[in-house]
């Protein structure tokens, strides 16, 4: 079989091909009703044609049958059979008694044909191609019989010119249809294929993923504007514009941050690594800042999300107000951020990096509430600090973690041994793992005092951890080991241990405080071993007290709720930590099983908010029978002060440091037996 496979390729050599066989059917149908009134036409003019020859030699033949003239005959035939198309010719005379002479007779040989031209000529002309006819002449009017004349056509020659005439006839039907044919084609070529062909070229052409809002995609040509092809190019047209739009939408969605509008986590990876590309061209630098927000948890878990992403919002405005245009600023997630710049020196990003933390020191108003965040702010440089996108972002990072840990400075610039402590928090909780067993852990005990006499009235256990000989601070590692899960074991441990303290000191005892995590309040069994601890030390309930910081009492509300009321229930004293800086109201805490307040020390300081807060943080503690204890008391000014505004108890390092348990022991003589320390303890008790 032929195959039409390219034919299928092209519209027009399709529309072509198919006009081609059509113009063809239609000729050849129309052709064989011509040729079948050609054939009856050319039967017709065949018999007429010998009717005529016969008529002319009548009078001829005629005389010569009368005369018997066999020469006059002769010439008669002949002249006939000189015709075209004359088979043959004879003249007969009539003689007495009916008999009949032939006078003369002429012949042609007969015309040699095709098949077909003999088969016409045996099927349709033979009938009429023999005419004859009587000779009279009239005898004193009366009509006299003289002989008789005959021609033959040669019906095999009529219809060799009838079969010709049919081959040229059809030879113009496919002349005319091949013609026609071919100016379809050029002109559907023109028209259709060939615009067709090249917007087919056009689109083939257009990368999906690469689409120029800017660009008309496929021309229209101007001849098409208002037809088909128009129509369908233009409806092409639009959908590009609408996938573009969509595209767009798709990508703002894929690299925009939703809640800020700052470029997310991949574009401002993208950005640096733009950044660091043109840097190495131009052997510049480019400085990444990773800066996270010290107290934005505290705010999303006790004011809710919404202040939370409001708050967000005007921290990233106020990011972007800090940077120039070639500059960017991303949101990484949750309180992270990430400003990157191509910068001159090291002095550029330190002038930012202030200006960051001075924009992002000041109080945020949302909703009617001042809130104060701040930030810690970790610096990395390329190239001296990474030479990859990866690299520098984790080395910000740890710079970051660097300022968080570090109490004296809020930025940190990267540098190389903080690069040996890359998996740090790791590190640091595999050492915390075994910290316990290895003894590596003791309690200090931190002094409160009275503020009415300045006695000693309790104090507070802080964790001291001791590894490979550093010191390692417990703002560094309490967060290892609440995440890790460690905290448990370790709270245990400070309980037991605190337990221990008070039941060895022989004589008068004074209240400890305990710190207390969330993760650890959120187990179960919390109470129940706080309550088996103490008996096996004999301690009497009411000498711990139980410090929960504000925002671990807002987390998880009702199970904290429960389990500090059971606490409450056996005797143990609940104090609220950090007081101030999360946000909840007084009201709300009088709705809370708890016995003191701690005002967080940046009250103390000054470093929040103004005196007057401070003053009516107390009025309204005291108000609601809560004991009010003030804890970073560093200069006598800030002493006075909390005395005057009528703080209960203060506790500080003007008036002592946290030291161990064995120099606490002796410098307040708790190991001599003092009677006074029912006193002090009864007193205790009257408050609340
Ligand atoms: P915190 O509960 O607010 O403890 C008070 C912190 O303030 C202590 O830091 C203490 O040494 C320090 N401090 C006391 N007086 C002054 C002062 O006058 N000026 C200044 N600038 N600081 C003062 P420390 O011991 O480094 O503990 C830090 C935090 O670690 C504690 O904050 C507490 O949240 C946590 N922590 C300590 N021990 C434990 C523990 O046994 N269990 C739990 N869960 N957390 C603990
Ligand atoms: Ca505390
Ligand atoms: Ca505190």
Same mark, same amino acid.
């Given at each position: 079989m032929y195959n039409f496979s390219y034919l299928r390729k092209s519209i027009g050599l399709m529309q072509a091909a198919l006009l081609l066989i059509a113009a063809i059917v239609i000729g050849l149908g129309l052709s064989a009703w011509q040729l079948r009134s050609a054939l009856t036409e050319q039967r017709d003019a065949l018999g007429e044609h010998a009717a005529e020859l016969l008529k002319l030699s009548l009078s001829g033949a005629t005389s010569a049958a009368w005369t018997l003239d066999a020469r006059l005959a002769r010439e008669v035939v002949s002249g006939i059979a000189s015709q075209e198309g004359v088979r043959a010719s004879e003249v007969r005379a009539l003689l007495r008694g009916n008999a009949q002479e032939r006078l003369a007779r002429a012949e042609n040989p007969p015309t040699v044909a095709g098949t077909i031209s003999n088969w016409i000529a045996g099927n349709y002309f033979t009938v009429v191609a023999r005419v004859r006819s009587p000779?009279?002449?009239?005898?004193?009017?009366?009509?006299?019989?003289?002989?008789?004349?005959?021609?033959?056509?040669?019906?095999?020659?009529?219809? #060799?010119?009838?079969?010709? $005439? =049919?081959?040229? *006839? %059809?030879?113009?039907?496919?002349?005319?249809?091949?013609? @026609? /044919?071919?100016?379809?084609?050029?002109?559907?070529?023109?028209?259709?294929?060939?615009?067709?062909?090249?917007?087919?070229?056009?689109?083939?052409?257009?990368?999906?993923?690469?689409?120029?809002?800017?660009?008309?995609?496929?021309?229209?040509?101007?001849?098409?504007?208002?037809?088909?092809?128009?129509?369908?190019?233009?409806?092409?047209?639009?959908?590009?514009?609408?996938?573009?739009?969509?595209?767009?939408?798709?990508?703002?969605?894929?690299?925009?941050?939703?809640?800020?509008?700052?470029?997310?986590?991949?574009?401002?990876?993208?950005?640096?690594?733009?950044?660091?590309?043109?840097?190495?061209?131009?052997?510049?630098?480019?400085?990444?800042?990773?800066?996270?927000?010290?107290?934005?948890?505290?705010?999303?878990?006790?004011?809710?999300?919404?202040?939370? #992403?409001?708050?967000?919002? $005007? =921290?990233?405005? *106020? %990011?972007?107000?800090?940077?120039?245009?070639?500059?960017? @600023? /991303?949101?990484?997630?949750?309180?992270?951020?990430?400003?990157?710049?191509?910068?001159?020196?090291?002095?550029?990003?330190?002038?930012?990096?202030?200006?960051?933390?001075?924009?992002?020191?000041?109080?945020?108003?949302?909703?009617?509430?001042?809130?104060?965040?701040?930030?810690?702010?970790?610096?990395?440089?390329?190239?001296?600090?990474?030479?990859?996108?990866?690299?520098?972002?984790?080395?910000?990072?740890?710079?970051?973690?660097?300022?968080?840990?570090?109490?004296?400075?809020?930025?940190?610039?990267?540098?190389?041994?903080?690069?040996?402590?890359i998996d740090a928090g790791v590190w640091l909780e595999n050492a915390l793992a075994g910290a316990v067993l290895r003894n590596e852990m003791q309690i200090y005990l931190q002094p409160q005092f009275e503020a009415a006499h300045m006695r000693l009235s309790g104090a507070e256990a802080l964790l001291r951890w001791q590894h490979e000989g550093e010191w390692i601070a417990p703002d560094r590692f309490i967060p290892v080991a609440e995440n890790s899960g460690l905290i448990r074991e370790i709270g245990d441990w400070v309980l037991a241990e605190t337990c221990r303290t008070l039941s060895a000191w022989p004589g008068r005892k004074v209240p400890i405080s305990i710190n207390v995590s969330a993760r650890q309040l959120a187990?179960?069994?919390?109470?129940?071993?706080?309550?088996?601890?103490?008996?096996?030390?004999?301690?009497?309930?009411?000498?711990?007290?139980?410090?929960?910081?504000?925002?671990?009492?807002?987390?998880?509300l009702d199970q904290t709720r429960a389990q500090l009321t059971r606490l409450r229930e056996q005797g143990f004293r609940i104090s609220i930590d950090d007081f101030g800086t999360g946000y909840s109201s007084l009201a709300y805490l009088t709705r809370l099983p708890v016995d003191e307040l701690k005002i967080d020390r940046s009250f103390v300081s000054g470093a929040q908010r103004s005196k007057i807060v401070l003053s009516t943080i107390i009025a309204m503690a005291r108000a609601l029978n809560y004991e009010v204890v003030a804890e970073g008391v560093e200069t006598e000014a800030q002493r006075d002060e909390l005395i005057g505004s009528g703080c209960d108890l203060l506790q500080g390092y003007l008036l002592g440091k946290p030291m161990p348990v064995d120099e606490f022991q002796s410098r307040f003589s708790l190991d001599q037996t003092d009677s006074k320390a029912n006193q002090t303890s009864s007193k205790l008790r009257r408050i609340r």
């Open positions: 000779l009279y002449v009239s005898q004193q009017g009366v009509p006299l019989r003289v002989g008789e004349m005959l021609i033959a056509m040669d019906p095999v020659y009529a219809a #060799d010119r009838f079969v010709t $005439q =049919v081959y040229t *006839t %059809l030879a113009v039907t496919m002349l005319e249809a091949f013609l @026609v /044919g071919m100016v379809l084609l050029l002109l559907s070529q023109w028209l259709v294929t060939d615009p067709l062909r090249k917007a087919a070229a056009r689109i083939s052409l257009i990368r999906p993923e690469a689409l120029d809002e800017n660009e008309r995609f496929i021309d229209v040509p101007p001849l098409h504007r208002s037809d088909e092809l128009g129509l369908l190019l233009s409806h092409t047209n639009n959908l590009l514009d609408r996938l573009v739009e969509s595209q767009r939408e798709l990508r703002l969605l894929a690299t925009r941050d939703a809640l800020t509008g700052l470029p997310n986590r991949t574009l401002i990876q993208e950005s640096l690594a733009t950044m660091l590309a043109s840097a190495t061209r131009s052997h510049g630098k480019v400085a990444v800042i990773f800066v996270d927000l010290d107290r934005f948890k505290t705010v999303n878990d006790s004011l809710g999300h919404g202040i939370g #992403d409001k708050l967000l919002q $005007q =921290v990233a405005a *106020t %990011l972007i107000g800090q940077v120039r245009g070639e500059d960017s @600023v /991303g949101r990484l997630g949750g309180d992270e951020f990430l400003v990157v710049m191509p910068v001159a020196s090291v002095n550029d990003v330190v002038i930012v990096v202030r200006r960051i933390i001075d924009a992002l020191g000041h109080s945020f108003e949302i909703d009617g509430i001042d809130l104060r965040v701040g930030a810690s702010l970790g610096i990395s440089i390329y190239p001296d600090d990474g030479d990859s996108v990866d690299m520098l972002m984790r080395h910000a990072d740890l710079a970051m973690y660097k300022a968080k840990a570090d109490a004296t400075t809020r930025w940190q610039l990267f540098s190389d041994d903080m690069s040996q402590a187990d179960d069994g919390f109470v129940e071993r706080v309550h088996r601890t103490v008996g096996r030390y004999e301690v009497a309930p009411e000498l711990l007290r139980f410090e929960i910081t504000e925002s671990t009492l807002m987390q998880n």
